[in-house]
């Protein structure tokens, strides 16, 4: 088994080769402009260590892996449009840089280059990798509707945000894991264990990214500070303070959420301050090692070799205690 930076450096050389066409420029300027900000890539790597661990060929899942990552970020040009992102990875968003049209049909050039890249599989696996890929797509799409039908709720439960989480990020983890997996050719309650392991790591891995917009450093976690806060979106630590504050807390919660020419930096500071004050902080590093630990679970029900069990250890521990 291969570390972590060696599966991504994997990934890194595939994604610095692709060929995009030179025109439009319009059209492909912008993709190439996202995908060289780089990123964790989190799920090219998954992709590939759940292919070796499984006793597969890396090389066979190399462009599905790439793929997967064009997906990602694909949803990530999207996404900055609908939350009117200024920032990604410490650079301009791509509608910010050129405009919204540009990045909603850049997007969708992204979407089917990504579609391509995964269909590159094996014909014997192919059938299962598009069904699986196809399935994800959908729930992210379902997560995402879920996210805003939140914005113009009051009544959204700490569950339904896990569920909505769940289906926008945990399940690409889930995916990339899985992918892996059938490209080896493994059986069904592997690909199945290491779905799984996926899954709850990327619960896990949504409840830091909450944590860290509120409390992260902005040159590490690559985008500003207090977003969410911002944005009143409803997050595992606005729904849980929702529920948690009284009196004098609740209404100024409540006046925080309904004043729209609050400053930036006065909105985000008292917020912040009604988290620590309701314990929010501490209710969301409980249920990051309650999803932590569930990773551990369902990563012992695969079967695999001692070196590729602590791959995957590794890799949840590096996640869980990530700063960006």
């Keep these: 088994m291969l570390n972590l930076d060696e599966y991504r450096k994997m990934a890194n050389d595939e994604i610095a080769a692709i060929p995009y066409p030179t025109t439009p420029k319009g059209l492909y300027e912008p993709i190439s402009y996202t995908m060289d900000l780089g990123g964790k890539r989190l799920r090219p790597a998954l992709v590939l260590m759940a292919c070796e661990a499984m006793g597969g060929d890396t090389s066979k ?157 902005e040159v590490t976690f690559g985008k500003a500070i207090g977003g969410d806060i911002m944005n009143n979106k409803k997050t595992f630590l606005l729904i849980g303070a929702m529920q948690k504050a009284q009196d004098d807390d609740a209404n100024e919660l409540r006046r925080w959420l309904n004043d729209e020419y609050a400053l930036r930096s006065e909105k985000v500071a008292a917020v912040t301050a009604l988290y620590e004050r309701l314990g929010m902080r501490e209710a969301a590093d409980e249920a990051i090692k309650r999803y932590n630990d569930m990773a551990f679970e369902a990563l012992n029900k695969a079967e695999l070799s001692e070196d590729a069990r602590e791959s995957f250890v590794k890799f949840i521990e590096g996640l869980v205690g990530r700063k960006s």
Aim: charged share 20%; glycine share 6%; hydrophobic share 45%.
């Design 61 to 217: 899942a190399l462009k599905a892996a790439v793929g997967l990552e064009l997906f990602h970020n694909f949803t990530l040009l999207h996404d900055d449009v609908m939350d009117k992102a200024d920032v990604r990875r410490g650079k301009p968003t791509v509608h910010r840089r050129w405009n919204e049209n540009t990045a909603i049909l850049s997007g969708d050039a992204m979407l089917t280059m990504a579609t391509q890249y995964v269909a590159q599989v094996e014909p014997v696996v192919l059938p299962a990798v598009m069904e699986l890929f196809n399935r994800t797509a959908m729930e992210i799409y379902e997560g995402q509707q879920y996210d805003m039908d939140f914005e113009v709720r009051n009544n959204v439960t700490v569950e339904e945000y896990i569920e909505m989480i769940r289906l926008k990020t945990s399940v690409l983890l889930g995916c990339a894991c899985k992918m892996g997996a059938i490209i080896a050719g493994a059986s069904e309650a592997n690909a199945q264990a290491l779905y799984d392991t996926g899954v709850y790591l990327g619960l896990a891995f949504q409840l830091q990214d909450d944590v860290l917009d509120v409390w992260g450093d």
